[in-house]
């Protein structure tokens, strides 16, 4: 039974170590979408999944009710968790048979508020929120027995202005305000004459202790005598990186107090906040429970600066159920709606209204109503744009309801321009060429252009004349004005009409765009744009290397020049143009970059082209990594205003052709690399198997002196090559370590020397690689290369245990062994190992060993039950380069004796049995077989990147 214990224990720990690594920490904005995995039955679990309490779910809910996502929730489920909670003395407990308390009170009450339940009875609440109240204290008691405190009294107050005191509490809920407010009078502070509430129960947490007084204070009508006083003391506890006593519950308590006050003052008091810094504090904090994550969603909401995390998406649809995008058309018929969308699920129980107004006079005032079918706020009426032109404004404003909180308004505001609908018929012709070439399609030297405009309202099919002009202009795909032209329509008759030829050979390669825009007063009322494409070849000529020569050192300037032209028929060259249509300098639109790569083509650095005089300049420092050493090229790339990206062909001017090759146009960057000291430094006695060792060192460059690093390309680095010699003192590389940087310029390799090292005598090296992957050597102070003998050692002992059976349940009988490496005590992981499996002499297969990451191999196979013979199958396990050896061996000295001996060997004795039924279904044996090679495969997926771990808050 051993083997089956075994069997279970490696399944149930790899799957284990793959798939169950649980984060408790999530970020801020993505955990709502994670709030329905902490839902069941009516009840939040907390991210640590302890049992859960009233105050969770109620977090919880009020996250989804800012966000209006309550549905999601099963209301009959919510209402009976609560009833669950309540107790003879008409109270609630944090759980289940707990006391009875003011704050689960209060979360009893909240909670049905939020999924819209009313069905809670408030008299008896009364009796029990008023049997707590202490009048000598003058505060509440959060239990029975429980010391009054400022915190219970604030729970208190909150439930009652929730439930609304009934008539027959009148008198007695009077005495209790006027006494509260002597308590209030009593702990009110002054520092550098700005007010603040401080009670000796809650002086440690002073933002907590004020937001408590002035709470208390709304809710029973203290004298606020000077706002702005309370609201700058609050104001002045902001830390400069936005966080009020730099934790989550102090700033949201600290924005609910201005909230507070702003109520008072009928005012926002809250502009002195830092937004900025205040929602980075929030975005970078953990979020380690429901509270804290309610904590930071309520500070935002409560900033008034709650828009900038929603996706917000005003709109004007037509009758004809289309969207505008640009400008109203006078005379439309539209309807406004607008869409409040937070990491894609949309705000569904907002309230609020649109206006929509023209040159300041309103035209629409209207509801807005959630359509669960495209998730917009619509306004229930269509509105006429007017028959002018002029600007038109649409304010949406909604409201969210937070009980125990009040109203978060969201407010948005959208302008367009009014004015006329404009179309365009256009021809494209080649002399003696009748035919009209589409658009968007390759247009050539000498395309004369024709267009016949409509300018449109709703209520005119051709208006020809008005208060407007109407421009034609031609750009380049740099956005470059080719042509211009302009037409007065005020007292226009005749169809508007526009004629254009395309000469010029110096327009780049991209779009030609045509753009045909209704000005009045210099507004733009109406536009229309229609494109055809300029195919030519573009080239970078008279291409130079402003400093001497083209040799460098890592950290030198370079600065290359050139000029662009297009090359049409690859014998002409034609400079772009420099100036535009109205003579205006446009060098600074074209936007060109050249491009170092590699020998074989990796784009290591790029720079963007300056405009001097009458060419592009381009500089760039070498930067101090190992990817810069050697030959680098150089390529010329253009890029159009809408991001059309062309590599440019490299012209020679002296030869009038292209370059043949851009090794005429390389670099060489020269450096020669010293290693510091290295720490620590090896000793002979350090290798043995399972021991690890970690080099830290820095590489500098003799003739710069600078220290070189790891850029952006990972294999260009340093790396550790571990060679070994065999007995005829041949040596052989067998592995490469990459260093990685650790701090600065520190690069550091760490070493496990796994079973795939073969023992005796090697030599371990440091050598760097440039970006080609060629080596370049690392030399010491005295300038030897970077070498070390080494000897690696360690009897390598296995533990192993092997099973095989035959099942009266399958029809094939199973071959398990599992082992574990181990040398001086270390276990060995990472072995990759082959095992042949061999019978009499005889060698039937070669199996893959799986691993895992706690060090267990494991090899099996199954075979029917016909051909599982009785006896000894020997197991031979040789390391993957011990392996590969072996197979060279037998294919090139067929008929000898291999010499290469296994790591390990063990057998397995098999005995043919009567089929009969196992104390253990064979299927689970083969389940967990199955379990742990699968397992295996997917950690290495894992390793490799082709999955992301699961994680869980």
């Known amino acids: 039974m051993k083997i089956y214990f075994i069997l279970c224990l490696i399944f149930l720990i790899s799957i284990v170590s793959t798939q169950t690594q649980i984060k408790k920490v999530s970020p801020f904005k993505s955990f709502l979408s994670q709030l329905p995995q902490l839902y069941e039955n009516g009840v939040f679990y907390d991210i640590d999944g302890k049992q859960p309490t009233i105050e969770t779910t109620h977090d919880a809910l009020l996250l989804l009710k800012l966000y209006g996502n309550v549905a999601m929730v099963n209301k009959d489920d919510v209402v009976a968790y609560v009833s669950s909670l309540s107790n003879s003395d008409h109270g609630f407990g944090r759980r289940p048979g707990f006391a009875s308390d003011i704050n689960s009170v209060r979360d009893a009450i909240l909670i049905q508020q939020y999924i819209g339940e009313t069905s809670i009875d408030k008299l008896k609440i009364l009796e029990f929120i008023f049997s707590l109240f202490d009048q000598e204290t003058g505060l509440w008691a959060n239990r029975a027995n429980d010391v009054p405190s400022i915190s219970s009294t604030f729970a208190a107050l909150q439930a009652l202005n929730l439930i609304r005191v009934h008539d027959s509490y009148t008198e007695k809920y009077q005495n209790t305000i006027n006494r509260i407010r002597d308590v209030l009078e009593k702990n009110v502070q002054t520092e550098n004459n700005n007010n603040f509430f401080s009670f000796s129960q809650d002086s440690s947490n002073r933002v907590l202790s004020n937001f408590y007084g002035v709470a208390i204070g709304v809710y029973t ?38 909230r507070f006050l702003s109520e008072i003052s009928n005012s926002p008091v809250n502009k002195k906040l830092n937004y900025q810094n205040l929602h980075n504090f929030i975005s970078n904090s953990p979020i380690i429970s429901v509270r804290s994550a309610l904590h930071a969603h309520l500070a935002i909401a409560l900033s008034g600066n709650w828009e900038q995390d929603f996706t917000i998406t005003p709109q004007l649809e037509t009758l004809q159920g289309t969207q505008i995008d640009d400008i109203l058309v006078q005379g439309a018929r539209i309807k406004p709606k607008i869409q409040f969308k937070y990491l894609n699920i949309a705000h569904n129980s907002l309230s609020g209204n649109v206006t929509f107004s023209f040159d300041g006079h309103i035209l629409l005032n209207s509801p807005l109503r959630f359509e669960a079918v495209n998730e917009f706020y619509s306004a229930e009426s269509y509105v006429d744009v007017p028959l002018q032109l002029g600007q038109a404004t649409m304010k949406y404003v909604l409201v969210n309801n937070i009980p125990g909180i009040g109203n978060i308004v969201l407010t948005t505001v959208k302008t367009k321009i009014t004015g006329f609908s404009v179309s365009v018929q256009p021809k494209a012709t080649l002399d003696g060429d009748s035919r009209n070439l589409a658009l968007d399609t390759p247009v050539p030297i000498g395309t004369t252009f024709e267009f016949v405009v409509s300018v449109t309202t709703t209520k005119d099919s051709s208006v020809l004349s008005g208060e407007f002009d109407l421009t034609f202009s031609a750009f380049d ?10 037409k007065d329509c005020r007292n226009n008759k005749d169809e508007i009409f526009f004629e254009y030829q395309l000469k010029d050979n110096n327009i780049p390669r991209g779009k030609l765009i045509f753009k045909f825009e209704v000005y009045s007063k210099g507004i733009v009322h109406g536009t229309h744009s229609i494109q055809y494409l300029i195919d030519v070849p573009m080239i970078a000529t ?28 690859l014998t002409n060259v034609h400079l772009l143009k420099s100036v535009d249509f109205e003579q205006n300098e446009i060098s600074n639109k074209r936007s060109v970059l050249v491009e170092v790569r590699s020998v074989n083509g990796i784009v290591l650095l790029s720079s963007k082209g300056t405009f001097v005089n009458d060419h592009y300049e381009f500089s760039w420092s070498i930067p101090n990594t190992f990817e810069a050493i050697g030959t680098k090229y150089i390529f010329f790339i253009f890029i159009s205003a809408t991001g059309e990206i062309t590599e440019l062909a490299n012209y020679d001017v002296l030869n009038s052709d292209l370059f043949d090759s851009p090794n005429l146009l390389a670099f060489e960057v020269y450096a020669n690399l010293i290693m510091n000291e290295i720490i620590p430094k090896p000793l002979i006695d350090d290798y ?53 940087t650790t701090k ?33 050597i690392i030399y010491d102070s005295n300038n030897q290369p970077i070498k070390y003998d080494i000897f690696i050692s360690g009897d390598i002992t296995d533990t192993t245990i092997t099973f095989s059976k035959t099942s009266a349940y399958l029809s094939e009988t199973v071959f398990i062994a599992q082992t574990s490496l181990a040398c001086k005590n270390k276990p060995l992981k990472n072995a990759q ?12 297969f070669t199996l893959p060993v799986a691993a895992d990451a706690q060090g267990s191999y494991v090899v099996s196979w199954t075979t029917d039950h016909s051909e ?24 090139s000295n067929i008929g000898t004796t291999p010499s290469i001996k296994p790591l390990f060997q063990t057998e397995i004795k098999h005995t043919v049995p009567s089929l009969q039924a196992l104390p253990i279904r064979t299927e689970l044996i083969a389940l967990f077989i199955i379990g742990a090679i699968a397992s295996f495969f997917t950690y290495h997926l894992y390793q490799l990147g082709v999955f992301k771990r699961i994680e869980k808050d």
């Not at 008279?542 to 090359?567: C, D, F, P, Q």
């Not at 520190?746 to 080596?775: C, H, R, V, Y």
């Open 477 to 486: 795909s740099s956005n470059v004005l080719l042509f211009k032209q302009s």
């Open 221 to 258: 009508g203290f004298d606020f005598s000077d706002v702005n006083s309370w609201s700058k003391w609050v104001t002045l506890q902001q830390n400069e990186d936005g966080s009020f006593e730099n934790s989550l519950s102090s700033t949201a308590y600290a924005v609910w107090t201005l």
């Open 868 to 891: 599982a013979q009785q006896g000894v199958y020997n197991l031979a396990f040789y390391r993957e380069n011990d392996y590969n050896q072996l197979i060279d061996q037998r294919e």
């Open 744 to 776: 600065s310029a520190t690069l550091s390799i760490q070493w496990s020397i796994t079973p795939n090292a073969l023992p005796g005598n090697g030599s371990i090296q440091f050598i760097a690689q440039d970006a080609e992957g060629l080596n370049v």
């Open 542 to 569: 008279e291409i130079n290397y402003i400093s001497e020569g083209r040799k460098y050192n890592l950290g030198n300037s370079v600065t290359v020049s050139a000029k662009l032209a297009t090359y049409p028929d």
């Open 833 to 844: 190992l082959h095992c042949i499996v061999s019978k009499s002499g005889q060698i039937l």
């Open 688 to 740: 043995y198997f399972g021991n690890e060792l970690n080099f830290e060192f820095e590489i500098i460059d003799q003739f710069t002196f600078n220290k070189i690093s790891i850029g952006s390309l990972s294999s260009s680095t340093v790396y550790l090559v571990l060679t070994h010699k065999d007995e005829n003192n041949i040596e052989s590389q067998s592995s490469r370590i990459a260093a990685s």
